[in-house]
């Protein structure tokens, strides 16, 4: 599941990005308005700012991110991060179930490979984003499906 083009590309962008963001900043604080005019600048500012931050987050994870899924105990984990740090989701795994490898059709249009876990309301859970390699979705269906017997 590398993405190092797509990491590289949003890293460049970032970079970019959040140096023209701090070209302007430091012009609004070193000019002679008011405060008033760069406090309300400066909230019209706070997306851009949020997106200062978001992209390269996102670039060093697809860059160096890794998936961990864990299972036991009547559930699994499947952690998304870098390090220690990342976001970690939960989902019901008693080993009844059949993981299977489903198709979702990306907005970009590219073809992504998820992992599919039945869950107990009827919905799959579904993780993977950002693969588009088959046979990574169906080793870790494999594996869970061994785990299950």
């Given at each position: ?15 970019v990005w959040d140096s023209a963001l701090v070209s302007f ?18 909230l019209f500012l706070l997306p851009f700012v949020l997106a ?43 080993g009844k179930e059949t993981a299977r490898v489903v198709e ?46």
């Open positions: 599941m590398v993405l190092g083009g797509e990491g590289l590309a949003l890293m460049v962008f970032a970079a900043l430091s012009d609004i604080f070193s000019s002679s308005i008011s405060n008033m005019h760069a406090a309300v600048l400066l200062g931050i978001v992209v390269p987050v996102m670039g060093l994870l697809l860059l160096f991110g890794r998936m961990v899924v864990e299972v036991g105990r009547g559930q699994g984990t499947v952690f998304r991060g870098i390090g220690p740090v990342g976001w970690s989701w939960r989902f019901s795994f008693s979702v059709k990306s907005s970009k249009g590219a073809v992504l490979q998820l992992v599919a876990v039945p869950q107990p309301g009827g919905k799959d859970f579904r993780f993977g984003w950002g693969n588009q390699d088959v046979q990574v979705a169906e080793y870790i269906c494999a594996w869970l499906n061994r785990k299950s017997v």
